[in-house]
């Protein structure tokens, strides 16, 4: 099931309509709608419940899930872009909640969430006899809230599947038994169930599966060869993260997170930030270094960045330090060695901090290169390079180095300059953290505040 190229022009004049609400363009000049948009609820529906049935598989083929999961954004928007139209609005609770499980099943959580949050605390009565709550509470992801008690065929598996879901995210613990649950529900559904409930049966267990394959108990020991212990008391410190985005999967699969060094692409709102801080833990935690080191080419991001790192550091025996780019003796060698360390310095900063004291070098073991674009722009860009030269004759060959842009044209070559033959490019340039929109429109003395226009 695949959506052809009429689908696709009747969803993009969907997402107009729906683009036009937003932008508070007057009603009348809103376009014309040729077409019904319902007439893609099928196909939509349709694909999102066939990657659901073959999530749910034992050993599902992983090149045919990822063609599904593409085929699966054109059902977000189209759920997302109907909503917001405001085509059917007595529709909008049951299509809020199949687009927030299409956005998380084709990997885009963040759009995932912030169309869950239009559910509220509760699901109104969509004909799933619970499992529509039980859906909406599992993609908001908030453990805090309950989920409406009910009665029916699913009642007791509902009971049981939300404290074992509960209890997953707060220790890790009792995944078999939830697994088993989620298939006693679905097989339930297959029994007895109307076609929506099977529909929703099958979603709500493959955004299980998903959220707990996502989960950092499962991701992080599997991608670092840390044990659980190791990452115990971080796993289960308030407020780090749960899940892990498509570009911290990256990393992992990539080495990076057991300490290869790589140029990494990824776009912006990827998650680069969450992305540097599971390096350095994973590097601390493993024992490879004491000293992380992120280089940031404006004053204004290195303190950005330290504020970042000092939030997610606290109450840990980790010093965050941000060394100014006042051309003075700031900081103490000792005092940088004798603990858990992350320094964070301009271009300019490090290179007069090496120059001072050159022994430093061979204690990092992890340099992170941010804004690594910044080789193209003049004199920043010469001073970049020439520190990373100088660098690559003073660092021990065990460091592991990170450059981190969101646009680099020469990727493969710049990572085996910095690296070495066959170092690892992580591209993550086809990552969408979210959907962009062009607009086009004709000037004919007519124009809004937002600064769109549009033709009498």
């Known amino acids: 099931m695949k959506p052809e190229q009429r ?20 009603p009348q000049y809103h376009i ?37 999961r593409a085929n699966l954004q054109f059902s977000a928007r189209f759920f997302d872009s109907y909503m917001q139209g405001r085509f059917n609005q007595s529709l909008d609770p049951y299509v809020i909640l199949l687009g927030a499980a299409s956005y998380y099943l084709c990997e885009l959580p963040g759009s995932s969430v912030v169309l869950a949050q239009f559910m509220g605390t509760h699901s109104p009565d969509l004909g799933g006899a619970g499992l529509e709550d039980l859906l909406r509470w599992t993609l908001q992801g908030d453990l805090s809230n309950v989920v409406d008690a009910v009665e029916g065929p699913y009642a007791p598996l509902i009971a049981a599947i939300t404290p074992a879901i509960r209890q997953f995210f707060v220790d890790g613990s009792g995944l078999e038994d ?38 950092s108990w499962q991701a992080l020991p599997h991608y670092t060869n840390l044990s659980h212990d190791q990452w115990l008391a971080t796993l289960q410190k308030p407020g780090f993260m749960s899940e892990l985005w498509p570009a911290q999967h990256l990393l992992g ?35 490879r ?22 939030g997610a550091f606290r109450n840990e025996p980790v010093n965050v330090d941000e060394l100014s780019d006042v051309m003075q003796g700031d900081f103490e060698i000792a005092q940088i060695l004798g603990a858990r360390q992350v320094l964070v310095v301009t271009p300019e900063k490090f290179v007069y901090v090496l120059r001072h004291t050159p022994e430093l070098a061979s204690h990092i073991g992890v340099l992170i290169f941010d804004e690594g674009h910044q080789f193209d722009s003049g004199t920043r860009g010469i001073t970049y390079e020439l ?58 003395n007519v124009s809004w505040p937002t600064g769109f226009c549009c033709r009498r």
Request: net charge positive.
């Open 178 to 215: 939830l697994f088993r649950r989620c298939n006693e529900l679905k097989r339930t559904a297959y029994d007895l169930g109307s076609p929506r409930q099977l529909l929703l049966a099958d979603v709500l267990c493959a955004v299980v599966r998903k959220k707990c394959s996502n989960s």
């Open 289 to 310: 270094t004491s000293l992380a080191v992120i280089v940031a080419p404006f004053r204004a991001l290195c303190h950005e960045i330290r504020n970042s790192f000092v």
């Open 387 to 444: 520190l990373l030269t100088s660098l690559k004759s003073m660092l021990p060959p065990t460091v592991q180095k990170i450059l981190i842009s969101a646009v680099i044209s020469n990727a493969p070559a710049l990572a085996e300059w910095l690296n070495g033959t066959g170092s690892e490019v992580v591209s993550g340039t086809k990552l969408v953290p979210t959907f962009r929109t062009v607009g086009f429109s004709e000037l004919d």
């Open 7 to 26: 689908s696709h022009t009747l969803l993009g004049i969907t997402r107009s309509k729906a683009k036009m609400f937003e932008y508070d363009v007057p």
């Open 32 to 68: 014309n709608i040729p077409q019904d948009p319902s007439r893609l609820f099928t196909l939509s529906i349709g694909m999102l419940g066939d990657l659901a049935a073959r999530s749910n598989e034992d050993s599902p083929e992983p090149q045919h899930l990822n063609t599904l």
């Open 253 to 287: 699969q990539s080495g990076v997170l057991r300490g290869a060094s790589a140029v990494v692409q990824m776009p912006t709102s990827a998650g680069k930030t969450r992305a540097t801080e599971l390096i350095i833990r994973s590097a601390f935690l493993a024992g």
